[in-house]
């Protein structure tokens, strides 16, 4: 996604570069005009000086009164904003500047004479009626800005983004008074199907109903992970007379029980399996994950009616839209009363709708898609097809489940530049499948990190895992 536009009407006049005085040549001189958001103050840089007239209607009128207020004049402004940094609301002003000398009137104590020589900072001022009053001022920036932005995004999730002159970005946050920095890069580990056959849950039965042994190995990955998923392929229960194996699944809630013991962040349910137990099980396993906080996606209760085609998750003020659907429910119909149960993939309109819905919603879409032919380590036409729409739509990550085998990964680019990661199928958790194919699985890793362009995928891999049993039934995975 790109950069987000700071205001609804930018008009940049002219740009200039001026490596006079000692300011570095890197420095790119902007005139812009442009209003706050809510129209009330016109706000117009020229020549390294910010004025701001007040504005007695609203800015469709173009009523506008004199100067209220100018930028001091020992200062060179580089860039000017309006957003509501502090997340009251209300817009504040917001100067990336030059002054010669460090610090202001009140310098420390220690600091018996300010330099002489230019430096960058960062000035803060809030709008009140026709006045404008300081309300923060940096001594010095700490690093060098080429350019300052905001995302954009409504209080309370408003960043600045500090584009250094090697293009590095930085995200900062108001902290009551002042800026702390983020941390821009989030990682995904997404793991494939748990199956849970017979010979699997009837040794978790048997020992102590605890099934912490299926993820032992890959526990300190879990949890290094800053958003950890998987999917659950087949619908929980907690009544003994429904727990089954192929082809109709009802799984021990205890297997859940240790999805969410691991630390999981999101389960995947929209699957062919989602309906071998009937509404009531697709019903509880919601209900089960949504009373342990852990983001259950493709799967609707009963009770929820309207669509809820995604869900959205923030990490270090990123937010993230996450979608799951199956191709199908195994000839199972969806209940007529409540459609939305399952997630299917249905027609091209209704997907591209629900995808653009979360694009707006958020920095960065992920599609989970149970797809594919079963064993086959290809793609097939089906998944070529649904992947084209996804790239065209504006997706940035997709990942596959369903064939039970690995099959490709690759990294994709439209033709207006934009780049979409695709793991076609990244096979199996754990299951007690007989194909020898079946025991790889795979751990897809991806890393999101702060660019120039918006948030971007800076980093991916696929993981191999290995399903082993031991003697006397015990399945484990492991790298």
Request: charged share 25%; net charge negative.
């Amino acid at each position: 996604m790109a950069l987000a536009a700071v205001s609804a009407a930018v008009f940049v006049l002219g740009v200039w570069v001026y490596s006079g005085s000692g300011i570095p040549s890197w420095v790119v001189w902007e005139d812009s005009v442009f209003f706050d958001a809510a129209g009330m103050y016109e706000i117009e840089l020229s020549h390294r000086t910010v004025s701001v007239k007040y504005n007695v209607n609203d800015k469709s009128e173009m009523t506008v009164r004199s100067v209220i207020w100018t930028s001091p004049e020992e200062v060179k402004v580089q860039k000017v904003l309006s957003c509501d940094i502090d997340n009251d609301r209300a817009d504040e002003l917001v100067l990336l500047c030059w002054k010669k000398g460090r610090y202001g009137e009140h310098r420390p104590f220690w600091v018996e004479e300010d330099e002489d020589t230019w430096s960058q900072h960062l000035f803060v001022y809030e709008y009140n009626a026709e006045k404008i009053s300081p309300k923060w001022m940096s001594s010095y920036m700490g690093q060098d800005v080429a350019d300052i932005t905001s995302n954009g995004k409504e209080a309370p999730h408003t960043r600045l983004w500090f584009r250094a002159p090697d293009d590095q970005m930085s995200s900062w946050l108001w902290d009551s008074w002042g800026f702390k920095r983020e941390d821009t890069e989030i990682t995904f580990t997404v793991f494939g199907d748990i199956l849970a056959h017979e010979p699997i849950y009837k040794y978790g039965l048997q020992n102590d109903e605890s099934f912490g042994f299926l993820f032992e190995n890959v526990q300190e990955i879990i949890s290094n992970s800053d958003v950890a998923v998987i999917n659950q392929e087949t619908p929980l229960t907690d009544d003994p007379a429904m727990v089954s194996d192929y082809p109709r699944f009802g799984t021990p809630v205890n297997v859940g029980q240790a999805i969410v013991d691991a630390g999981f962040d999101a389960v995947t349910c929209a699957t062919n399996h989602a309906l071998d137990r009937g509404a009531e099980g697709v019903s509880f396993t919601k209900r089960f994950f949504d009373d342990n906080q852990i983001t259950c996606l493709g799967i609707q209760t009963a009770d929820e009616k309207e669509d809820k085609p995604y869900a959205v998750i923030r990490r270090n003020g990123i937010r993230f839209a996450l979608l799951n659907y199956t191709y199908g429910t195994n000839g199972i119909r969806v209940p007529e009363d409540n459609p939305n149960m399952v997630h299917l993939f249905s027609t091209e309109e209704k997907m591209q709708e629900d995808i653009a819905q979360a694009k707006s919603e958020a920095d960065f879409v992920v599609v989970f898609a149970h797809w594919g032919t079963e064993y086959s380590e290809q793609p097939d036409e089906f998944q070529c097809k649904w992947t084209q729409l996804f790239l065209e739509s504006g997706v940035d990550v997709v990942v596959g489940t369903h064939p039970h085998v690995l099959q490709p990964y690759e990294m994709l680019t439209d033709d207006s530049g934009h780049k979409m990661l695709v793991y076609y199928s990244i096979g199996n958790y754990i299951s007690a499948q007989p194909e020898k194919s079946c025991i790889k699985g795979g751990m897809a890793e991806f890393s999101v990190s702060l660019t120039p362009e918006g948030y971007q995928i800076t980093e991916y891999d696929l993981q191999p895992l290995t399903i082993t049993w031991q003697q006397g039934g015990r399945y484990t995975v492991g790298l």
